[in-house]
Structures are given as C-alpha cells and as structure tokens.
C-alpha cells in the first residue's frame, strides 16, 4: 500500500508570493490533516479535512487555507508569505476525523522556505 | 494548549532504560505517541483511549493516567534504533484533532 505522498518536497519562495502544497493520503483514508513543523514551535496544527469538509482548525491566520477534492486528495495554499512560514509542512492521513482512535501516517513534507 | 513533555532529550547507552513524561493541563480524551527520525517522517507508535489503560509492543509501552492527565512511554532495553525525537500528541474530546508537545530528543549510543 502506498503511503501518504506530498508535492513538492522542496520549494523556495520570496517574500509576498503564494504557495500551493500538495497532499495525496493513503487509499482508503478519507481524514487529512496539516502541521506545520519548526524548531522552535514544534508540530503545530493547521487544520483537517474530512470528506470534503474542514472539521477542525488551528490557530493559524487565514493566509493559511486547504481543501480537500472527492479522491480525498488535499491542498494547502498560503498567500502573502512571510518569512516566519519557512517550515516542515507534514499532511498526515487517517481513517476517521478527528484523533481517536485512528494513528496519523505522516508524509515526508514540503520543505518551504520564504527569502 | 500544548503538553509538556519531559525531559526535553535523554542519552543512553545501549540496553538502557527510559522513561518520557507527558503532561496536560486539560481532561484528555486520548493520547498517541510517535517516533520521528531525523530527516524523516513521524511514525506512529500506539493510541492510548480515555479509561486509563497500558499498552505495549515489543520493548516499548505507554501508560495512561486519566486522573493526572498525564502518560507516560517506556522504553526498555533501548536499542540503536530508538534513537530519535518522540512526540505525544493530546486530544481533548472526542473529534478533536491532536495537540502535540514539544518533543523528547532521544540518543542511543552503543
């Protein structure tokens, strides 16, 4: 079974631009989630997408938006960069909504970094 | 709110024991651990559920004190795999998604 894929694995970005990152889950997996990872911060949580539907969101500014499609696909799109959003952006898939009883599988991120 | 997690890094020697806190300051729902090694994704390792229950597999297990709003993992006998930064993520109700702490930076040395 393949795991959780995302796109691009590296990207560079100035100042001002918008970025879109990509997330493709486990088949069968319809929950995607999004954190952002960095050193200082740790995993913080942007939010999660169930069957097309945002079912929980984290304390970002609206800069920061996703969907997700009806392959359970998902995007994350952040506008305005700034230069604080350079980070590991993980997508992590699961079973149901919300944490429960159903493990995250991470994928290997998006290394964003905003000059 | 964030957990907290102790201790912040720990260095062991090989068949050494260990034991990572996690602390919140709200009821809890449940707790998940995960493993991540550098340069590479987190990893889970088990989901404990409201109820106060222990798990295992292998050498390494968890508890979970609902009372405390606390867990804990433990890690026997350590091998040179177990290296690497584990995290607990916390869920408050049910439905909510996972709040994780700030991570335990685990060194296993031969």
């Known amino acids: 079974k393949a795991g959780v894929t995302q796109t691009p694995r590296y990207l560079i970005k100035t100042r001002g631009q918008q970025v879109t990152l990509s997330c493709s889950p486990i088949?069968?997996?319809?929950?995607v989630s999004w954190y952002q990872q960095t050193p200082g911060q740790g995993l913080q949580f942007l939010f999660e997408y169930f069957s097309e539907t945002q079912r929980n969101k984290g304390n970002f500014p609206g800069r920061f938006s996703g969907r997700q499609f009806s392959n359970s696909r998902s995007e994350m799109n952040v506008s305005t960069l700034e230069l604080g959003d350079s980070a590991l952006y993980l997508c992590?898939?699961?079973?149901?909504w919300g944490a429960g009883n159903s493990p995250l599988h991470f994928g290997n991120g998006t290394r964003l970094t905003v000059t | 709110q964030q957990p907290v997690q102790s201790p912040q890094a720990v260095i062991l020697r090989e068949g050494e024991d260990a034991v990572i806190n996690c602390s919140s300051s709200?009821?809890?729902?449940?707790v998940h651990w995960y493993r991540q090694k550098h340069g590479e994704a987190p990893v889970f390792l088990m989901i404990?559920?409201?109820?106060?229950e222990q798990k295992g597999h292998d050498k390494i297990s968890a508890s979970f004190n609902e009372k405390k709003q606390q867990s804990s993992l433990y890690l026997t006998a350590s091998q040179l795999s177990y290296s690497g930064t584990y995290f607990c993520?916390?869920?408050?109700?049910?439905?909510?998604?996972?709040?994780f702490g700030g991570g335990t930076r685990l060194m296993v040395k031969p």
């Open positions: 709200k009821a809890l729902y449940s």
């Open positions: 088949s069968g997996h319809r929950s």
């Open positions: 992590a898939s699961s079973l149901g």
């Open positions: 404990l559920l409201k109820g106060g």
């Open positions: 993520g916390t869920e408050t109700d049910a439905g909510n998604m996972l709040t």
